[in-house]
Every structure is written in C-alpha cells, then in structure tokens.
C-alpha cells in the first residue's frame, strides 16, 4: 500500500495546504456538530433538510453557534446547503455521526491525543512523550508511559482509548483463534494482556488450554478481576512483568506465545529485547504470534491513512519511541531476535496482520 500521488494545480495544493492549516479546528468543529446534537437534527429532518431556527429550537443552541458549526461543516463536506436554504446531512456527515470506526476514532483523538499532540515536537527530539503532561497533571502523577496511567485515567479518557484498542483487536480475534488451534496447544502466555479479553475468549473457545496472561500489575488487577466473573480462575493465571526490565523471564515452553497489538507500544529496541526473551523461553514445538496492525499490509488507503496518524500518538502520548510498524520493520525485528516468520496471514478483522513465527534454528 502505498498513498496515492495526485497531480494538482498550484491553486489546488494551496487549497489542500489550507486544509491542513486549519486541520484542528475543523475537527474541533465537526466533533461539536455531533457531540451538540446538530447531527442529529439533520438526520432526522427529512430530504427538504432543516432550517437553522429549527436546528436551534431541537438543539436548544443559539443560531450563532449553530450557524458558526454549520459554516465549517458545510466548508468540508460534512454538511450540505440545500436551494432553498435548509441544511442536510452530507455522506460525509452521515459516517461522522453513524460510523462505529468514525465514532471511536474521533473520540480517541479528542480524548486522548488532542490536547497532548500540541507538544509532537518536542516529543520528536527527546523521544519522549511528552503530551502524557496533560495527564500526569490532571491526575497529580509522574507516570512515564501512558501504560502506567491507564487503570487510573478519568473516566472519559480511558472509555475513550479502551474504546479505540478494542474496537480493532475484537474484530480480529475470531479470526486469529482457527488459526492458533490449528494444532492443540496446551499453554499459552498472553503477553500484554490488557484487561484480559482475548484470555477469555480463547478459554471460551477450546475448554483444555491453560493461559498466563502478563502485562504492568495495575494492568493485571483488572485482568484477573475479568476472568474472575468469566469463571476461568483455575486455567487463567496472571503474571505481572513490566517488559523493560533488562532482566525477564517468560513462563518457558509454552505451546503459544501471543503478542496482540503489543509490540507497536515499543521501539525497535525493546523490540528486540522482548522478542529475544520470548524465544529463549521457546521450546522446539513453541510458536509465537505477532497480531500487529501494519499500514504498508492494508488493502484500502483509508485504513493505511487511519494506522499512519495513530503513530503520533505513540510518539507523544503513549512512550516517545513507538510506532504503528511498516511490515518491513517488524520482520527485522523479529528476525533480530532469532525468530524466524513461517506464515503471515493478512486482512483478519479489520485491518491485522498474524506474524506465525518460530526459533530460526528450526528451519535449518
Ligand atoms: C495496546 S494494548 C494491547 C492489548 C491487547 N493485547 C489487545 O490485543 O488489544 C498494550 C498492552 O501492553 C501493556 N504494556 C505496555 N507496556 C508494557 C510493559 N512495559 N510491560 C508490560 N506490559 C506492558 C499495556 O499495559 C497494555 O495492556
């Protein structure tokens, strides 16, 4: 996947230049059409459109803040102007407000990344991230990731990016899980668990295996309070590892090692070094898992488009030095650490890439 080059006239790259320019607030701008309940109002008013006392009659809002919002949106296309001057829903307009993806993206960048992303470029040279201060000071913390802070994020915020993280790996999971039970497994370690989610379903799926789940103790408490209430306490266990630690030790011999949307929280570096811990604890039968989401294995622009600006976030939010990995990256990585790809399996859920990897000894 590569983006498209456009061949335009000077007007038009001026014009797209503008685009960027004003970029932040014409997001600020449509969030508040939908999150006001302007969308709404033009929804629901039939194909003549609505007019804009209307609007403010439904919407209980003036008509200069109704008029304002309408004005940007009819600018980029969310919204659209009729004859006879009502205002309707554009196609564009119709994603913003029905769109799950749309709807957890917007979020995402509102809640998470939005106000931390004014300092992207200093987090650019100290390869820190250095908007987690928005955070850090709104909850009196001197946390150095954002997965430190997640459990104790306010509530919004952490709906926001539980949201974003489990709208992408929920679609992919079913897909992935025929794939790992291809064979009988016996154990697995979920490495990076989260709160637990694909630990469970997998123990939904196949009633014999037995999983660690391992991810920061905060993290963990969440986890194993999860599989608590799935009733799977006695065949998922938990194990709390932070995976920068120069020394750590995986739970050896283990039929799977899975990394789900993990390794993007890492630079190439640190990479290396989980994987290369990983593959010590690996027994000739062991397989290990990479399910990452890879803009350069996409089939549609838009997805690429959408993978390439979460980097940013990583960048300043989530650890300075970690990124959404182009495929290229991530086989060096792996093939760094002396693990070697037997099989990737492209387009499961929405946009994931499963990485089969074992010891490269193996091949020889
Ligand atoms: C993006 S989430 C992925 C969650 C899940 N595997 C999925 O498929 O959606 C990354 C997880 O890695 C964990 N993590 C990040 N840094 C870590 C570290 N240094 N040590 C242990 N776990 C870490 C986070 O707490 C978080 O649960």
New binding site residues.
């Given amino acids: 996947m590569t983006f498209e080059k456009k061949n335009l006239s000077a007007y038009e790259a001026m014009y797209e230049a503008q685009k960027i320019a004003y970029a932040p607030i014409i997001f600020q701008a449509v969030r508040t059409l939908r999150d006001l309940g302007i969308f709404t109002a033009l929804q629901n008013s039939g194909p003549e459109g609505i007019s804009i006392e209307a609007i403010c009659e439904s919407t209980n809002l003036s008509r200069y803040g109704v008029e304002t919002l309408l004005e940007t949106g009819l600018s980029c296309g969310a919204v659209e102007l009729t004859e006879n001057g009502s205002w309707k829903l554009s196609k564009v307009g119709y994603f913003l407000q029905n769109d799950p993806m749309t709807r957890v993206n917007m979020d995402y960048n509102h809640y998470v990344c939005y106000q931390g992303l004014y300092d992207l470029d200093k987090s650019i040279r100290s390869a820190k991230p250095e908007g987690l201060k928005v955070f850090n000071k709104l909850c009196d913390a001197d946390w150095e ?1 954002i ?2 802070a ?1 459990p104790y994020l306010p509530e919004q915020i952490k709906t926001a990016w539980y949201d974003f ?2 709208y ?3 679609s ?2 079913p897909a992935a899980l025929p794939i790992l039970f291809r064979n009988e497994i016996g154990t697995m370690v ?6 637990g ?2 630990a469970i379903l997998t123990a939904d799926y196949n009633d014999d295996v037995k999983i660690t789940m ?3 103790p905060d ?1 963990l408490e969440n ?1 194993i309070s999860n599989v608590a209430r799935a009733g799977y306490s006695d065949r998922i266990t938990a194990l ?6 120069p020394e750590i030790e995986f739970p050896p011999a283990q039929g799977i090692y ?5 390794l ?3 630079g190439h570096k ?1 990479i290396v070094h989980i994987l290369k811990h990983a593959k010590a604890a690996m027994s000739t039968t062991s397989k290990l898992y990479i ?1 990452e989401t890879c803009w350069d294995r996409q089939q549609h622009e838009a997805a690429a488009y959408s993978l390439v600006n979460t980097s940013p976030y990583f960048t300043c939010m989530a ?1 300075g030095n970690s990124k959404m990995y182009h495929s290229d990256e991530l086989l060096e990585c792996i093939s760094e650490a002396g693990l070697e790809v037997v099989n990737i399996h492209d387009n499961l859920g929405i946009c994931h890439s499963l990485f089969e990897c074992q010891s490269a000894q193996l091949q020889s």
Wanted: net charge negative; with cysteine.
């Fill in positions: 990731t997965y430190q997640l993280d489990h992408y790996s929920d992919a999971y979920d490495i990076g668990t989260n709160i989610k694909f391992i991810d920061l993290q986890a709390s590892m932070d995976l920068l630690d899975w990394l789900s949307q993990f993007s929280c890492f640190e399910m650890s």
